[in-house]
């Protein structure tokens, strides 16, 4: 296997990494998980590369997963590190192929038709983190894999309703295409970042679907017990404070994309001290 490029642990949407409610001997694990998400993602998005090497080097990705399924001995410290990890945890691979399979996604598709196929994506992209989170806590039922998939489905959906202008520069619409068509919103519209009633009508829409989502993952945050729980519950609610301020913005997310601060973190962590069903 061919050395993998270093990166940073600084940017990885929807990843609890290093937090300070994280048990300190599941950091190394989360860590370790992470950097594997973060590079992977980086291959398929960051530098110069075509896609046909975008795609070779996620396949590189793959044989890694393969080898650590096959008991092989891996030969880069990225995937030395989450080979023990696997191990240790007794995690599955799949999760880790389903990223592979999102970030491969990402380099040949830049639309969604649907929002069937656009959960599809998230399915893929967002939830095989929160199940690997779970494995390592040992909480990973059938019902708490269900409640967790809503949860990082739904922060998915808050990520690309928050990004329309950044993906829109990467040549990427999440929003999907169905939708744009019911309420007559285009591309040359986005292009122009012109946001009319059309727009803000597509976006009230996407935002409340985003919070229905988020609410069917709510029992999880409250039943899990110890630091999981409130970690799941600060993530919630920053999830559901970003759709806030893009209410609050008026839906122009071009010109004022919402980021959190310390008074939302305040604001969250009140909300997730009474957070109820």
């Known amino acids: 296997m061919q050395t993998q490029p270093t990166m940073s642990v600084d940017h990885y949407e929807n990843f609890p990494v290093a937090s300070i409610l994280l048990p300190a001997r599941l950091r190394p694990a989360v860590a370790a998980i992470y950097r594997f998400a973060r590079s992977a993602d980086d291959l398929a998005d960051e530098g110069e590369a075509t896609p046909a090497q975008r795609l070779e080097a996620l396949t590189t990705f793959e044989e890694g997963l393969r080898a650590i399924e096959a008991g092989k001995s891996a030969t880069t410290p990225l995937f030395q590190a989450l080979a023990e990890v696997v191990h240790q945890y007794g995690l599955p691979l799949q999760p880790f192929h389903d990223l592979l399979s999102a970030f491969k996604q990402d380099v040949v598709t830049k639309r969604y038709a649907s929002f069937e196929g656009l959960l599809d994506y998230c399915r893929r992209s967002a939830n095989p983190v929160g199940a690997l989170m779970l ?4 909480a990973a039922t059938p019902d708490n894999l269900r409640a967790s998939d809503a949860i990082c489905s739904a922060l998915q959906l808050i990520n690309f309703w928050q990004d329309v202008a950044v993906d829109w520069e990467k040549a990427r619409i ?14 040359a519209q986005l292009a122009r970042a ?3 009633a059309a727009f803000r009508a597509l976006m009230q ?19 899990l017990p110890g630091r999981i729980g409130w970690e799941l519950r600060l993530v919630v609610q920053g999830g559901l404070r970003i759709l806030e301020k893009i209410a609050e913005a008026d839906c122009d ?15 969250m962590a009140w909300r997730a001290l009474w957070m109820r069903a």
């Not at 996407?206 to 988020?214: F, L, N, P």
């Not at 997310?253 to 973190?265: A, C, E, I, Q």
């Open 135 to 138: 494995h390592l806590y040992g």
């Open 174 to 187: 999440y929003l999907p295409q169905e939708d744009m068509a019911r309420f007559a919103v285009t591309e």
């Open 194 to 196: 012109e946001v009319d």
């Open 205 to 223: 829409f996407q935002i409340a679907r985003a919070r229905s989502m988020m609410a069917g993952g709510v029992p999880l945050a409250l039943r």
């Open 253 to 267: 997310v071009f010109r004022r994309r919402p980021v959190l601060n310390k008074r939302d973190y305040l604001r």
